[in-house]
């Protein structure tokens, strides 16, 4: 069936440090990729989205490129600031299923 | 403006005892779900409904109940047969042709 598979946290960081967040899938077909992003006592917020092969999905820093070849969806930022400090999940939506599949969830925190 | 609400942010209850959380949209979304989020863990899908008066079960119902009567709302009720019932319960909903889901900020439930 469908699946994501995120790379394990805690991510631990220095302020201004480069980030990935691996994320791979499998899926029929080709899904649309999320990532959402998930602040302490909060609930899930969109982050940013790739609907096709290729396609780069950017918002607040953040970037993620659709590569069909790997079957992967990486988040990453050039600079991360303490406020980036949440759980990021990556996401796709299966159309056999007919909702959306989730990662695990990967944490990071980084510190001043 | 539109969103998804829960109600409430917290919530106590003695252990035997059923209990109902909130999960009201203004969006005019066709589906909504329910999830599970335990400490440090991901998400598990509980319910969810992709019209009105017809929902599924998801990975983890054993325990749970919930109505769709209107297209805004989809309650979920927590049984007395849930073994553990105190986590983070999230509500999410999405629109057609939409794939991503818009999420409420989430009830924390605690039994003691």
């Known amino acids: 069936g469908d699946s994501v598979t995120q790379m394990e946290g805690p991510v631990t960081l220095s302020e201004e440090a480069f980030l990935t967040i691996n994320c791979t899938y499998t899926a029929t077909g080709y899904p649309s990729l999320f990532w959402y992003v998930q602040y302490p006592g909060e609930g899930l917020q969109l982050l940013l989205k790739?609907?096709?092969?290729?396609d780069k999905g950017s918002n607040k820093g953040f970037e993620a490129t659709y590569r069909k070849e790997t079957t992967s969806f990486h988040l990453e930022k050039g600079s991360v600031q303490v406020s980036d400090s949440a759980v990021y999940f990556c996401a796709l939506f299966s159309g056999g299923y007919n909702k959306l599949i989730f990662g695990a969830g990967t944490r990071l925190a980084v510190h001043p | 403006d539109g969103g998804i609400t829960q109600s409430p942010k917290y919530l106590f209850r003695k252990e035997g005892q059923n209990v109902t959380l909130s999960c009201e949209q203004n969006l005019n979304h066709d589906a909504m779900y329910w999830y599970r989020q335990d400490p440090g863990q991901g998400l598990r899908l509980i319910y969810y409904?992709?019209?009105?008066?017809?929902?599924q079960k998801g990975d983890i119902a054993e325990g749970y109940s919930v109505s769709r009567e209107k297209k805004e709302s989809f309650p979920l009720t927590v049984t007395s047969a849930q073994k553990n019932p105190t986590a983070f319960y999230l509500c999410?909903?999405?629109?057609?042709?939409?794939?991503?889901?818009?999420f409420g900020s989430g009830t924390r439930l605690t039994v003691v």
């Open positions: 790739a609907t096709k092969a290729d």
């Open positions: 409904s992709q019209i009105v008066n017809d929902f």
């Open positions: 999410a909903s999405s629109g057609q042709g939409d794939y991503g889901y818009t």
